[in-house]
């Protein structure tokens, strides 16, 4: 029986902030499988912050806070992170290459030639796998999931330090964007939140 998940996460400004809960999110609603979401407003979030857990998991009750962990972990629970241990590494590798050159951009902050190196860098694990379909060969994992976040907040953020056609010359980096984008998983959850009266939305599959 699948452990019952909520996740619970911020409403952030796209203009602004890299949604990194996002991607959790996306993550469960393409594998299919069954969660909770609950968004908290700017206002309560301080607060939840120091005290809430971002991931609940029924029968156990340490607190998760770490984004980057929670995705592994839902990428394990549902197939979309590597089982081979050196996949792994590489996924690993990729996301936390795009984690930081996000977070290099978010902040401004950057020394001469930095940005063009992230770039080159991200570019070159894009093109490992050429000929096929997802970074890591014909599987889509939570690292495919996290460069498509990382170009759908290059279009919509307000930062003159950030072109919003940074990626898109690459054909793989524009593949895993619209398979991710289009999903209909994805698009009958935005769908969801879209409709909702509430702050707390119920995701549930066919099995």
């Known amino acids: ?30 594998a299919g499988y069954p969660f ?8 309560e979030w301080p607060e939840y912050k120091a005290n809430g857990a971002f991931l609940q998991i029924d029968g156990k009750s340490h607190p998760l806070r770490q984004v980057n962990a929670i995705l592994r972990y839902c990428g394990r629970l549902t197939g979309l992170y590597p089982s081979d241990p050196y996949e792994g590494m590489m996924c690993d590798e ?3 290459a795009i984690w930081w050159f996000q977070e290099l951009l978010e902040d401004y902050v950057e020394e001469p030639g930095e940005k063009e190196a992230f770039i ?11 000929e096929q379909l997802f970074l890591l060969g014909d599987h889509l994992y939570i ?8 170009i759908q907040w290059s279009q919509t953020v307000e930062n003159p330090s950030i072109s919003p056609n940074m990626f898109t010359h690459l054909t793989k ?10 999903h ?24």
Not at 9 to 26: P, R
Not at 36 to 43: D, G, L, P, T, Y
Not at 120 to 130: A, F, H, L, P
Not at 173 to 182: C, G, P, Q, Y
């Open 1 to 30: 029986m699948p452990e019952t998940l909520l996740l619970v996460y911020e409403k952030v400004d796209t203009k602004k902030k890299f949604d990194k809960a996002n991607v959790v999110k996306q993550c469960l609603l393409i």
């Open 36 to 43: 909770r979401e609950r968004i908290v407003s700017s206002s």
């Open 120 to 130: 080159r860098d991200i570019e070159g694990k894009v093109n490992m796998y050429e």
């Open 184 to 207: 209909p998983n994805i698009v009958n959850g935005e769908y969801l939140l879209a409709n909702s009266s509430g702050n707390e939305i119920e995701h549930t599959f066919d099995q």
């Open 173 to 182: 980096a524009r593949t895993v964007r619209d398979f991710t984008k289009n």
């Open 143 to 150: 690292c495919d999931l996290v460069l498509a976040g990382l």
């Open 94 to 96: 990729i996301c936390e």
